[in-house]
């Protein structure tokens, strides 16, 4: 399933106008449709009614909005309250000779006969109306599109802190094989050319397809098989249809790399890092295990919490963009940790 779009985007500098304009373009139609309008108007003269009488809803909009509720916004009560008490005085009294100067223009540019004489119709109660409707609707607009923008500076902060984490995790693997001049080392850096193509060049969407996070963390854990010793135990099993999936980038690596960071097994046991993906009526179940020294249990745990901000900026992230549709549960034994986690993708 692709990406929501993203409607608030409307209301952007760039698409701005044309969202305002398309609004009016809907009023100015629903009045025709449901025939808010004097029977007697017809052709031009009818077109030239409604069109006053979406001005009349328009003007007080705009005066509202531009002129006195960023008074209110500031906390400036006593100057914003006066003025929208002069607003109204000006515009029950204005609008109706504004409304009769656009009908007389309308009279001479298209010959019409029949016109309204807009002082002698009451109009307190729209303009009223619409000042308040649209002060509401601008400040929940206004609160619902900063929101957004918290929410995704949040996302870029956490973003930019999983990516050096990563990092940090690969380029210490690759120095340690530096050191003893290890044969794996070029094929390890293979593999880290394209995990950094992925990191650096895919992931600047909000979502990517499930299918290339799962291969950006297969090759991950390709390069730890090539880095870690035959003794240790790896598997990776992918199960159910990635088609169509799609899921916030580096949202599940932490977790592979939290295991292979905290393994160790006692010497009579093999050390093993387990990883199971399993899609499924669009839940992804995801359960990343590895094995624990009970003697090094003590020492092991304030080592986990010093290491801790990648599962840390993972809850955030999980909490930011799957709030109410994700579960995580983490076991932590003395020879075994275990995180569980399930994400509805719908």
């Given at each position: 399933m ?13 698409y ?12 100015f139609?629903?009045?025709?449709i449901l ?13 030239c009614?409604v069109?006053q ?9 705009y005066s509202?909005n ?7 916004k ?17 515009l ?10 656009a ?7 298209f ?8 002082t002698?119709?009451h ?13 509401i609707?601008?400040?929940a607009l206004?609160?619902?599109i900063?929101?957004?923008e ?7 902060h956490?973003k ?7 990092l940090f995790?690969?380029?210490n ?23 950094l193509?992925?990191a ?14 799962l291969?950006h ?15 240790t135990q ?7 249809d ?8 580096l ?17 009579d046991q ?9 899609i499924?009526?669009?839940v ?16 092991e ?18 909490h930011?963009?799957?709030p ?21 993708l719908s």
């Amino acid at each position: 399933m692709a990406k929501q779009f993203d409607w608030t985007v409307l209301f952007s500098k760039r698409y701005k106008v044309y969202t305002q304009l398309l609004f009016w373009i809907i009023v100015f139609f629903l009045y025709i449709i449901l025939g808010e309008y004097p029977q007697q108007f017809t052709g031009a003269a009818l077109i030239c009614i409604v069109l006053q009488e979406t001005l009349e809803l328009a003007i007080p909009c705009y005066s509202q909005n531009l002129l006195v509720l960023p008074f209110l916004k500031q906390g400036k009560w006593l100057l914003g309250i006066g003025l929208y008490v002069i607003q109204l005085i000006l515009l029950i009294y204005g609008l109706p000779l504004v409304l009769n100067a656009a009908g007389w223009v309308f009279v001479k540019l298209f010959h019409i006969d029949n016109r309204v004489d807009w002082t002698q119709e009451h109009i307190a109660f729209s303009v009223i109306a619409f000042t308040i409707v649209a002060s509401i609707f601008k400040i929940a607009l206004d609160k619902l599109i900063l929101d957004k923008e918290q929410k995704e500076m949040e996302l870029r902060h956490l973003k930019a802190q999983l990516n050096p984490h990563f990092l940090f995790n690969t380029l210490n693997n690759l120095y340690g094989l530096s050191v003893v001049q290890s044969p794996k080392l070029p094929e390890l850096m293979l593999k880290l050319s394209d995990l950094l193509r992925y990191a650096l060049y895919d992931t600047n969407q909000n979502y990517v397809s499930l299918q290339k996070e799962l291969t950006h963390i297969t090759n991950y854990v390709e390069l730890e098989k090539i880095r870690l010793d035959s003794k240790t135990q790896i598997e990776l099993d992918i199960q159910g249809d990635l088609t169509d999936q799609y899921i916030a980038p580096l949202m599940l690596i932490i977790f592979i790399e939290n295991g292979f960071k905290h393994y160790s097994a006692a010497q009579d046991q093999q050390a093993f890092v387990r990883i199971f993906f399993n899609i499924q009526d669009d839940v992804l179940h995801l359960k990343v295990g590895n094995s624990l020294d009970a003697a090094l249990y003590g020492a092991e745990k304030p080592a986990r919490r010093k290491g801790g901000i990648g599962l840390s900026n993972i809850r955030q992230r999980l909490h930011l963009i799957y709030p109410q549709k994700h579960t995580l549960a983490v076991i932590h034994e003395r020879e075994y940790y275990e995180v569980d986690l399930k994400i509805d993708l719908s």
